[in-house]
């Protein structure tokens, strides 16, 4: 089918608030390593799959294997009802990874639906439908975690069962306290969430939920240690803590497994999704095992663990372990950083460089520090038009998302740094 006549179908078919990059958006129809090649024949490097689907890249041999392993069984899913080996084999090592003492683990289809698992744990372990959710976060599309979504532009919803309180300090670049210096910020806001909780709660707040690096809030990244003060004042109350890993996991940050490490937390509870199944869907909970026997009724997920997703998942744990993807992420991540910062210093476009590991985000404004969500759509257009893919985010729409898969090299990253040198000088 021609791609015009796919476009036009999609758009008719399909609901207007389905977002799809790009005016012309693109069909991938084969790829390969960190490379997809969309229908007309084009390759792209892809700088923005680490994230959203492909932590490892594409056609990864061991991860193929292990999916056709199971497919010649015959069995893609029979129910979980029934033992699965791989989900069990998947469940011991996330338990085991998360340092959360005698954790279990759930899992679900998507990182949505982990969050909103999350949520019923927390909220039916402390009897309070209370949360605190920091501003400028996104923590998926369902009832719930819409309303602890803190972007008006991507919570479809202001009904919601959830009382919410916003938090500052995720994104520290427009913060309030933006000024300050490290300690100084962290101080700031701790002060404003004891006040928040004495002035907008009841006290008896369920759980924090955060992500440790704000994805689809533009990979703001707040200093290290704030989370821990966070945490001092939750544990006065006791109000459980929620790590959302779904994009900060599995060593992407490359100084830690996870990113809530950084801040020397370990979470009532973590979830995660995306990148796990390195392009099946897999999502999941690992919780402190009283907190997730907190449910008494039954509950399943058709589909959350089945024997496709895990085994895909298992093999994509053992690989980035095996070839210790986590220091690739920390040796290209740094370099990542020093050659944006290096374009930065050029233009005063580029309001900040930040992130950690191989999730670094690049901050457009205009002359006045403004929003420039302009300069953004042009880096990433005029980036694939070079062949490279990039994501976008931030609350304005201004801000360029770099998260290759995590077997990244060095040529395919200073490739990439050449093109966004060149896609800048357009903005
Ligand atoms: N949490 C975070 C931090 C996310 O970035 C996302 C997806 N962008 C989600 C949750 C929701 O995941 P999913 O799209 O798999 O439901």
């Keep these: 089918m021609a791609h015009k006549e796919l476009l036009a179908r999609h758009r008719a078919v399909m609901p207007k608030w389905l977002a799809l990059y790009y005016d012309e958006p693109i069909e991938i129809a084969s790829a390969s390593g960190r490379r997809v090649t969309d229908r007309e024949g084009t390759t792209y490097l892809d700088f923005f799959a680490g994230i959203l689907t492909n932590a490892i890249g594409y056609d990864v041999a061991e991860i193929s294997d292990a999916i056709r392993s199971q497919l010649d069984t015959g069995v893609l899913h029979s129910s979980t009802l029934y033992l699965i080996q791989s989900q069990v084999e998947l469940a011991e090592k996330i338990a085991e990874l998360s340092g959360i003492p005698d954790a279990k683990v759930f899992f679900t289809n998507s990182g949505t639906e982990a969050n909103e698992t999350a949520l019923m744990l927390a909220t039916q372990a402390r009897r309070s439908e209370q949360v605190l959710a920091l501003r400028n976060s996104y923590h998926g599309r369902a009832f719930a975690t819409i309303a602890i979504t803190g972007n008006r532009g991507w919570s479809a919803s202001a009904l919601s069962p959830i009382k919410v309180s916003w938090v500052h300090g995720g994104y ?225 729409g201004n801000v360029i998302r770099l998260a290759p898969p995590m077997t990244l090299t060095e040529d395919e990253l200073e490739e990439a740094l050449g093109i966004l040198a060149q896609a800048v000088e357009k903005a």
Excluded at 196 to 203: M, P
Excluded at 245 to 258: A, I, Y
Excluded at 319 to 338: I, P, T, V
Aim: charged share 20%; glycine share 14%.
């Design 172 to 396: 520290r670049y427009r913060s309030p306290f933006k000024s300050f210096n490290d300690a100084d910020y962290i101080k700031a806001c701790v002060d404003d969430l004891r006040e928040i909780i004495e002035t907008t709660t009841s006290g008896d707040v369920a759980c924090m939920i955060a992500e440790p690096i704000q994805g689809v809030g533009g990979f703001t990244s707040p200093p290290d240690g704030l989370f821990r003060a966070f945490k001092d004042v939750l544990d006065e109350y006791g109000i459980l803590f929620v790590s959302d890993e779904v994009q900060t996991g599995w060593g992407r940050t490359g100084e830690h497994f996870w990113g809530i490490q950084a801040h020397d937390v370990v979470p009532d509870a973590m979830t995660f999704a995306k990148g796990l199944g390195n392009g099946l869907a897999i999502g999941g909970v690992v919780a402190r095992g009283d907190l997730m026997d907190t449910i008494n009724a039954n509950s399943i997920s058709t589909f959350g663990g089945n024997p496709i997703s895990t085994a895909g998942a298992l093999a994509t744990v053992n690989y980035l372990l095996d070839h210790d993807l986590q220091a690739n992420a920390a040796k290209l991540g740094s370099r990542l950083l020093s050659g944006l910062r290096e374009i930065a210093e050029k233009h005063p476009v580029i309001g900040d460089v930040r992130g950690k590991g191989l999730m670094v985000g690049v901050e457009f404004v205009g002359p006045e520090g403004e929003p420039n969500g302009a300069a953004a759509a042009t880096v990433l257009n005029e980036s694939r038009a070079r062949g490279l893919l990039v994501g976008k985010g931030g609350l304005y």
